[in-house]
């Protein structure tokens, strides 16, 4: 089953504690990208990733850090978390490495999503 | 001002009724536009792509206006598994994702 794999799907932790949440396509996907869901704010880009070894700033990556050693996973690192990170995580690939082409590649799947808490 | 502007709602509508919402959008270099759904914090799903001529599927009616750059969305008969928010993406030709705040709607018995 072609799919985006989150994990964990909840995590409450501590300030400071470094944590990874890990993502994990198989649908051979280019594009992969983390965002984050706050209410009111909708998602925001936080990394993307256009092939392996190639990650790029979203809108939002302050207190974040990403990977792409295999173009499978691409795993996002909180390094010292902080409160103000509380919120939804979702991951997403895409099948093109460049969206924004204005076909049918253009579209995201979405991970489970990972609702984290920092205390 | 944001890149991406929905109408939050919530839009609440009986069943069979219509109901539609609009999203703008600032960059006009924009290439390619979406409409997904959500329920509850789960995972968007995508609901359908908007193409420049308009399209339609189903009983889900989408337009472009680039001129006002707007997308809109229709919803015809609606039906109580219609309930979810909507979220309007756009994506300009630099790789970024731009995701609207999502309007809301419920549809009632």
């Known amino acids: 089953e072609a799919q985006v794999t989150q994990n964990p799907r909840y995590l409450i932790t501590v300030t400071g504690k470094k944590l990874t949440v890990t993502c994990s396509q198989n649908?051979?996907?280019?594009?992969m990208s983390w965002y984050r869901q706050d209410p009111g704010l909708g998602l925001r880009q936080i990394y993307y990733?256009?092939?392996?070894?190639?990650?790029d700033k979203g809108d939002v990556p302050e207190g974040y850090k990403v990977s792409r050693k295999e173009k499978r996973n691409f795993p996002l690192i909180l390094e010292s978390p902080s409160p103000n990170q509380t919120s939804l995580y979702f991951c997403?690939?895409?099948?093109?490495?460049?969206?924004?082409?204005?076909?049918?590649?253009?579209?995201?799947?979405f991970g489970p999503g990972t609702r984290l808490t920092v205390l | 001002r944001k890149e991406v502007e929905q109408d939050p709602g919530p839009f609440n509508v009986p069943e069979g009724a219509t109901v539609a919402f609009n999203c703008t959008y600032s960059?006009?270099?924009?290439?390619?536009f979406f409409w997904y759904r959500q329920d509850c914090r789960k995972e968007p799903k995508l609901l359908m792509s908007?193409?420049?001529s308009g399209n339609e599927d189903g009983r889900f009616t989408a337009q472009l206006n680039r001129a006002s750059q707007y997308i809109s969305l229709l919803i015809r008969d609606s039906k109580l598994s219609d309930s979810a928010t909507y979220l309007c993406?756009?994506?300009?030709?630099?790789?970024?994702?731009?995701f609207g705040a999502g309007t809301t709607v419920t549809v009632r018995a």
């Open positions: 997403a690939s895409n099948p093109t490495i460049a969206p924004g082409q204005g076909d049918s590649t253009d579209t995201q799947y």
């Open positions: 649908m051979n996907h280019e594009y």
């Open positions: 990733s256009m092939n392996v070894e190639v990650t």
């Open positions: 960059n006009s270099a924009s290439q390619s």
């Open positions: 908007v193409y420049s």
């Open positions: 993406v756009v994506i300009p030709n630099d790789y970024k994702l731009s």
